[in-house]
């Protein structure tokens, strides 16, 4: 079975600042994993995906990901926070190696940048 | 604007009732995934569609149950709402084959 964990609830960041937001996975075969943020009142809007080869993946609005297998981590990066950036952010995971295509989500982390 | 669309955006109705909601995927997307965001459960999914055909199922209730028509639109129908089924639905679309699920702006049902 696929799991999800983001062990943080919260984190919190003033602007301009680097920011991490952790995310690790546990699939039976390989990932496809993806990020998604949520604003207020808002659906979930796509960031960046790794699907695979370089471990490095870059997304939308300056942020990155990068996929460590022996980790089994997915953490979410930006080098400089901006308050616009304050949302909630969630990571997923599909198995690549069965024919489900549904996405098993983590619990999400609020991000909190500060001006 | 993921080019998934989602209505009705608020619903209120009442225990015991049924209700209808809907979703026109992205133009040329054949797959539609239906997830519910609620405070206890997080998003779950509960089942996908593609090209008309049920794909795979979650944890969807057995008073819920949805269809994809031949224009590729969705509907999620739940009966029998129960106070606990409050929360905010999604529509997710895709390529088949395709990894990225554009999600729609939800439907927020309140039962009361």
């Known amino acids: 079975a696929q799991s999800v964990a983001q062990p943080e609830d919260q984190v919190n960041v003033a602007e301009g600042n680097p920011l991490t937001v952790k995310c690790t996975y546990s699939?039976?075969?390989?990932?496809?994993l993806f990020w998604y943020v949520q604003y207020p009142n808002r659906g979930l809007q796509f960031l960046l995906k790794?699907?695979?080869?370089?471990?490095l993946v870059k997304g939308s609005y300056g942020f990155e990901a990068e996929f460590n297998k022996s980790q089994t981590s997915f953490h979410l990066k930006k080098p400089s926070a901006l308050v616009s950036d304050s949302a909630l952010y969630f990571c997923?995971?599909?198995?690549?190696?069965?024919?489900?295509?549904?996405?098993?989500f983590g619990t999400g982390t609020r991000l909190l940048v500060s001006p | 604007d993921s080019g998934v669309t989602q209505t009705p955006k608020h619903l209120i109705t009442a225990t015991g009732q049924r209700v209808t909601l809907r979703c026109s995927p992205r133009?040329?997307?054949?797959?539609v995934y239906w997830y519910q965001q609620s405070l206890d459960q997080g998003l779950q999914f509960l089942i996908q569609y593609y090209n008309g055909e049920e794909r795979a199922k979650g944890n969807i209730l057995e008073r819920f149950s949805a269809q994809q028509f031949p224009d590729l639109h969705s509907e999620l129908n739940l009966s029998s709402l129960e106070l606990g089924d409050s929360a905010l639905y999604f529509c997710?679309?895709?390529?088949?084959?395709?990894?990225?699920?554009?999600f729609g702006p939800g439907t927020r049902l309140t039962v009361l």
């Open positions: 997710a679309s895709s390529v088949d084959r395709g990894n990225t699920q554009y």
């Open positions: 997923a995971v599909r198995d690549r190696d069965t024919g489900f295509q549904k996405l098993v």
């Open positions: 790794y699907i695979t080869g370089d471990n």
């Open positions: 699939v039976s075969g390989n990932p496809y």
């Open positions: 133009s040329g997307d054949l797959s």
